[in-house]
Nanobody, 128 residues
Framework: QVQLVESGGGSVQAGGSLRLSCTITRSTSSSRRMAWFRQVPGKEREGVAAIYFDRGSTYYADSVTGRFTVSQDNVQNTLYLQMNRLKPEDTAKYYC?????????????????????WGQGMQVTVSS
């Protein structure tokens, strides 16, 4: 059974940094893709960043480009999100997601439906 174990959430002042981690307990190399999403109460879950492992491609939401970096450690089966220059509007519950199989172009990266496995989520709070 695939499980995603997240860590690294917390509180920080605006301008600060946090690094989120997500370790997948079981994986396959078949069209693996992993992503970070975030959600605030009353709003839809939005894609923050993603990696398509077979292509080595990364994708980012416009709102985080230049501030966040998504990366992976293939040996540890861990996905990271380095978040720098955090803003109060980055405050949300962050989720790790993973998907396998299928063939999805880069335009699909932020669609939650292509990720079958999700972590429990962790709160990130940025104070001004």
């Amino acid at each position: 059974q695939v499980q995603l174990v997240e860590s690294g959430g917390g509180s920080v002042q605006a301008g600060g940094s946090l690094r989120l981690s997500c370790t997948i307990t079981r994986s396959t190399s078949s069209s693996r893709r992993m992503a970070w999403f975030r959600q605030v109460p009353g709003k839809e879950r939005e894609g923050v960043a993603a990696i398509y492992f077979d292509r080595g491609s990364t994708y980012y939401a416009d709102s985080v480009t230049g501030r966040f970096t998504v990366s992976q450690d293939n040996v540890q089966n861990t996905l990271y999100l380095q978040m720098n220059r955090l803003k109060p509007e980055d405050t949300a519950k962050y989720y790790c997601a993973a998907g396998f199989g299928g063939s999805y172009g880069g335009g699909w990266w932020s669609h939650a439906a292509i990720y079958a496995y999700w972590g429990q989520g962790m709160q990130v709070t940025v104070s001004s």
